[in-house]
């Protein structure tokens, strides 16, 4: 597997070397602006309106907004009084429980790839089987591209995964709109509706059940333009009527008993089938 940094965990006196992978890729259409007349891509400039005129890289330096319209220049010598020393250590501070770390923490996954050799693998299996056995992820703190990140190393399957972490300052406060549900009240024949429609449309979690209709749409559409196929925009969705919340929900539980008794009959009518086909052999 192909790794983006390469370095090692460290806890105690206990270092394993991995290498960082990384997990996810979106897999969306790209699209590049073109001028609609010649169908040409267009460039972006560096413009400076005072000026007028357009600037070179080497005219340009970064600026730090402290009120509006007000800047304080930053030059390269002051980043590198405030740089972060190279490491490639990933350094554990402590061990949490991973099903206590929020989701809304989590920033980006990599894969943790083990070394090569078979003695280097060895504490990397130890890490992995002691987190699985005590739910435990490990929180800790690495350099990567000149940034500090915050992380936390779980288990994922038989592999370690590492999630980098926004850090607490990053997340927006949601206290309005906890005030505004604690506020609001049901009644408990609408809560016990509402139950009960969950329940009927639960299920297991599978990935690949849940594909991405609208980037398959735009490709089809696509495909269908570089056909030369005419394409027509599809008629507008009917507005949804207002309906009492009970009576929705009600409805909601029997399209889902519906959906749900239309999905066994095909499996009862193969069984059924599939019986018969037994008996008349074992006749034979």
């Known amino acids: ?45 560096r413009w400076c309106p005072t000026h007028e005129r357009d600037v070179e890289a080497d005219e ?12 304080v220049v930053v030059e390269d010598e002051d980043f590198e009084a405030v740089a972060l020393t190279r490491s490639q250590s990933i350094d554990i501070m402590s061990f949490v429980p991973v099903a206590e770390v929020d989701p809304i923490y989590f920033d980006r996954t990599y894969y943790l790839a083990p070394a090569d050799a078979d003695a280097q693998r060895k504490p990397y299996v130890l890490l992995l089987e002691a987190m699985k056995r005590t739910g435990l992820g490990a929180v800790g703190k690495f350099v990567l591209w000149g940034k500090e ?3 936390l190393i779980r288990p994922l399957g038989e592999s370690l995964a590492l999630e980098t972490l926004y850090f607490a300052e990053d997340i927006r406060s949601r206290a309005e709109i906890d ?16 139950v009960q429609l969950v329940e009927s449309m639960q299920g297991a979690y599978d990935p690949a ?36 919340l009970m009576e929705a929900l009600k409805q909601s539980v029997e399209q889902a008993a519906g959906k749900r008794d239309g999905a066994k009959k095909p499996a009862a009518r193969k069984k059924a089938a599939s019986g018969g086909r037994k008996r008349a052999a074992s006749r034979s």
């Not at 991995?18 to 890729?25: D, F, M, N, R, W």
């Not at 005030?179 to 509402?194: N, Y």
């Open 1 to 45: 597997m192909r790794t983006i940094w390469n370095g090692s965990i460290s806890f105690g006196l206990v270092t394993i070397p991995i290498g960082l992978a990384v997990a996810q890729q979106r897999k969306d259409v790209a699209f590049r602006t073109l001028h609609r007349e010649c169908g040409t891509p267009i460039k972006q400039k």
């Open 60 to 71: 340009l330096v970064k600026g730090w907004e402290f009120t509006k319209g007000q800047f």
């Open 149 to 151: 990140n915050l992380c």
């Open 179 to 194: 005030e505004a549900v604690e506020e609001t009240s049901v009644a408990d024949a609408e809560l016990a509706m509402a």
């Open 209 to 244: 059940d849940y594909g991405n209709d609208y980037r398959e749409a735009l490709r089809a559409m696509l495909e269908a333009k570089l056909a030369g196929e005419e394409i027509t925009a599809p008629e507008p969705a009917p507005a949804a009527p207002v309906i009492d």
